[in-house]
């Protein structure tokens, strides 16, 4: 089978974990001698069996199955998982009413139509596979559920190191409002806790990096901005915590790395952080409430110490390639898609 993965959002302009995602299915299907590349739209003489796609585009899936190509979406849906029950009950009312009262020709021209015309949806939780379903009406027989996981060789690096006790809590992610990046750095500064972020804006001009900046102290706040893989590791290690309050997210790869590492966690009390299971090792706080996020801050700070365990049972890359496979021979085993639909 020839797999070609496709996405819409340039790395360049937006880096994330949508990225790594991909890049981490890539280099894993390789190494499991799938023959697999990366679209390249400007090459007319590509070809595939299965189209990956980590982006929901009608037009796509159209083409794809025009020329008798199969397609499988790795859907995100992270902030529509994470809205209040109201808000949420309320989208999938409206979604509800759309599909079934509009004619074909009108609801075709929400995006969200072509869902139920992919061969097959992949979900990063399964919080977000049931947002998906309630919200969108995703046929429930076409979904799969595939989490993140961490580096084959990188596994004695993670899992190897001190177990220190209050040393410093790290927070692995980019510097946008979405991380909550400046409340937990008031917060760690208001009480006191060593905070290392690690993570870069998308512009350096940005508003919120610049405020962000301002509270950097290379005591409480200590922003290491991009670090490659050795030195992230290095203070993931030594650290005795692990904090991200985030709005929202999508599976976190930064959750599982410090996951194998065996770090103690305190996330938002939101339907992403709860994805990964009930641990006495992971806390959650309310990312809104400021007052709340200081006095938990510094209570886990307190009684941090890394584990000899992980904080929660990691797969490799390896194994979510393994996954992915399965997915990919149930596709391309299924009766080809009608040229036209």
Not at 301 to 321: C, D, G, H, K
Request: charged letters at 20%; hydrophobic letters at 40%; one cysteine or more.
């Amino acid at each position: 089978m020839k797999i070609l993965l496709h996405d819409d959002t340039p790395a360049y302009l937006c880096h994330g974990g949508k990225q790594v995602l991909a890049q981490k299915i890539y280099e894993n299907l390789k190494l499991l001698n799938v023959d697999v590349d990366y679209a390249r739209w400007w090459d007319p003489s590509q070809k595939c069996d299965l189209l990956h796609l980590f982006n929901c585009s009608s037009t796509m899936v159209a083409m794809a199955h025009e020329a008798g190509v199969k397609v499988i979406v790795t859907h995100i849906v992270d902030r529509l998982t994470n809205l209040s029950r109201t808000k949420r009950f309320g989208r999938q009312l409206l979604s509800y009413a759309i599909r079934n009262t509009l004619p074909t020709r009108l609801f075709q021209r929400f995006w969200w139509s072509m869902l139920s015309q992919v061969d097959a949806l992949v979900y990063i939780n399964q919080y977000e596979a049931k947002a998906a379903i309630d919200v969108y009406g995703v046929p429930r027989d076409k979904t799969h559920v595939i989490l993140h996981g961490y580096d084959d060789d990188q596994k004695e690096q993670l899992q190897s190191g001190p177990r220190n006790a209050c040393s410093h809590l790290v927070s692995l992610a980019s510097i946008v409002p979405r991380k909550n990046t400046i409340r937990l750095a008031k917060a760690a500064r208001d009480v006191g806790v060593p905070v290392v972020f690690i993570g870069k804006p998308f512009s350096e001009e940005n508003a919120y990096y610049r405020e962000f900046l301002k509270l950097v102290d290379d005591k409480h706040v200590i922003y290491v901005g991009y670090a490659s893989e050795e030195e992230k590791i290095k203070w993931l290690t030594e650290a005795s915590g692990f904090v991200l309050v985030s709005e929202a997210e999508s599976g976190c790869i930064a959750v599982y790395e410090a996951a194998a590492v065996g770090l103690p966690m305190l996330l938002s009390g939101r339907p992403w952080a709860y994805s990964y299971g009930k641990h006495p090792a992971i806390q959650y706080v309310e990312p809104s409430d400021d007052f709340a996020i200081a006095a938990r801050l510094k209570s886990f700070y307190l009684t941090s110490q890394r584990l000899n365990i992980e904080t929660f049972p990691v797969v490799t890359w390896r194994e979510i390639a393994q996954q992915y496979i399965a997915v990919y021979r149930s596709v391309l085993a299924s009766p080809a898609p009608c040229k036209g639909d």
